[in-house]
């Protein structure tokens, strides 16, 4: 049986939106539980210098969510995202609060 293990990523110079109508629910959200945009789990992440638009999730973290995890985020853009239970451009369950470095919530 082998067991989860803690990884490591970078995410630079990306751009994440709802691509089309045809995965979103019917209340305007993408599929996503959590983590519309993009989701970490058990891992160290560093989010730089992208742009999280229109992205939804039927629970937390419409633009990004990560649990159990450590992330960076540093100069990166949070329009126009929304949850329904919570965090709309961000939402970190089980992990310190992220570190957030520039950027915007619009």
């Given at each position: 049986i082998s067991q989860p293990c803690a990884a490591a990523a970078i995410?630079?110079?990306c751009v994440a939106t709802v691509p089309s109508a045809s995965c979103r629910r019917r209340s305007g959200k993408s599929a996503a539980g959590v983590g519309g945009g993009l989701a970490a789990v058990?891992?160290?992440?560093?989010?730089?210098?992208?742009?999280f638009e229109n992205c939804?999730?039927?629970?937390?973290?419409?633009?990004?969510?990560?649990?159990?995890?450590g992330a960076?985020?540093?100069?990166?853009?949070?329009?126009?995202?929304?949850?329904?239970k919570g965090g709309g451009g961000l939402a970190?369950?089980?992990?310190p609060p992220p570190?957030?470095?520039g950027g915007s919530f619009e």
């Open positions: 995410v630079s110079n058990a891992s160290r992440i560093s989010v730089e210098t992208c742009v939804g999730a039927t629970l937390s973290g419409g633009g990004f969510a990560c649990r159990n995890s960076k985020i540093r100069n990166s853009r949070f329009l126009t995202c929304s949850a329904e970190c369950i089980g992990a570190v957030v470095e």
